[in-house]
């Protein structure tokens, strides 16, 4: 008889957490389903004052339906390679994502060690500081010269601008959340005989890399801004000479589509980052 009430329990428990389950999966859905509307909404809405504006302007700003033409046959072929004057715009795109991703790393190997000294020591953030705030407004096409001066070359010169314009969230974010870190941990270190290395690693590092990744996810926005402008300058393949390129050759719809292309890959990696921001954030 007990065993049967058991069984009877464990069956009850188990559809419990079946419809529990299920309850979660259906809240999940309906919540993206939303979204998704909000999303097509908001696209709808886009679309609707681009072609507004295309009737107001007699067709000189493309209408959405020709700019999908010209959309669709660059990525009808991304990745054909006709001479260093005539890729397909997957390399194009490749080019740049690749010169990104270089300077980011970079400046990130420099701003989060520099970061953790400022938000560490005293006197370091003294010191230092007051140079981040100089350097941090500075525009960063202001630099180009400097990095062409000192490279001699446009594709040094360009990840150079990336390194030091994708430095200041990282360091900055760094920093603070170093500093902000509670006497009661470094307490507790210095109560088990921490070594400085236990320290870092055990406390000061993993408390604040939530910190560390927005700074991460700030400075890979800012990269992503940062080289349009500065392959306009340089030359060459990349998406932001593609768009000067497009202009002097007076087609807007290959200009408004490598905006578009431009747009989402922003998102995609601000999309990435923000979910690495989740994976390491305190849970409450």
């Known amino acids: 008889m007990e065993a049967t009430n058991s069984y009877s329990l464990s069956v009850e428990e188990t559809s419990g957490r079946i419809s529990e389950a299920v309850s979660k999966i259906a809240l999940k859905a309906k919540g993206t389903a939303i979204s998704l509307l909000y999303s097509a909404a908001g696209m709808a809405t886009l679309l609707g004052l681009w072609a507004l504006v295309s009737k107001v302007t ?18 009808e072929d991304p990745f054909y390679d006709a001479g260093p004057n005539d890729k397909g715009i997957g390399l194009v795109l490749w080019s ?4 990104v991703l270089t300077g980011f790393a970079l400046g990130s190997v420099v701003a989060i060690p520099l970061g953790v000294l400022m938000g560490a020591n005293a006197f370091c953030r003294k010191v230092f500081y007051p140079i981040v705030q100089i350097l941090r407004p500075v525009s960063p096409l202001a630099w180009f010269p400097i990095g062409l001066m000192s490279f001699q070359s446009a594709e040094s010169a360009t990840i150079f601008i990336i390194f030091i314009t994708s430095l200041w969230p990282t360091l900055i974010n760094t920093a603070f959340g170093v500093a902000s870190l509670p006497a ?9 005989g921490f070594s400085t290395w236990k320290y870092l690693t055990r406390i000061l590092i993993p408390y604040s890399i939530p910190h560390i990744i927005t700074g991460l996810r700030l400075s890979i926005g800012v990269a992503w801004v940062v080289i349009v402008a500065g392959e306009m300058l340089s030359g060459g393949i990349g998406i932001g000479f593609f768009v000067w390129d497009s202009w002097n050759a007076l087609s807007l719809e290959k200009v408004i589509s490598a905006i578009l292309i431009i747009g989402f890959v922003g998102l995609a990696l601000d999309r990435l980052f923000t979910l690495i921001e989740k994976r390491v954030s305190y849970q409450g």
């Open 58 to 75: 007699n067709n000189e700003i493309p209408t959405p339906a020709a700019t999908w033409e010209v959309f669709r046959t660059l990525i």
């Open 96 to 99: 740049s994502i690749l010169r």
């Open 184 to 192: 009661d941990y470094r307490n507790v270190a210095k109560v088990f």
